[in-house]
């Protein structure tokens, strides 16, 4: 069975650095495409970062995506933080064929 469990949400003040952790189970994690997305009430998700599995990432900006295969791990370093940054982020794994989403880690940036 496959999970991805996402961990390192909170509150955090506006200009401070959270990171997130996804940690994959039940899936061979080299092989998958990680991806961090996030999705605020009533709006649509939205792709924040990606990483192949060779390690070529890409995110916007203030955000970096990395992995750790040895630890089946994906990580999502946010810097510089806004209060518009104050939602609900979410890790998939996807191998062209299937695509596994965690259930989220919600993330809260307020003074």
């Known amino acids: 069975q496959v999970q991805l469990v996402e961990s390192g949400g909170g509150w955090v003040q506006p200009g401070g650095s959270l990171t997130l952790s996804c940690a994959a189970s039940?899936?061979?994690?080299?092989?998958?495409?990680m991806k961090w997305y996030r999705q605020a009430p009533g709006k649509e998700r939205e792709l924040v970062a990606s990483?192949?599995?060779g390690g070529t990432a890409n995110s916007v900006p203030r955000f970096f995506i990395s992995r750790n295969n040895a630890r089946n791990s994906a990580y999502l370093l946010m810097n510089s933080l806004k209060s518009e940054d104050t939602t609900k982020y979410y890790c998939?794994?996807?191998?062209?064929?299937?695509?596994?989403w965690g259930q989220g880690t919600q993330v809260t940036v307020s003074s």
């Open positions: 998939s794994a996807e191998n062209g064929i299937v695509k596994y």
């Open positions: 039940g899936l061979t994690f080299t092989s998958y495409v």
């Open positions: 990483i192949r599995t």
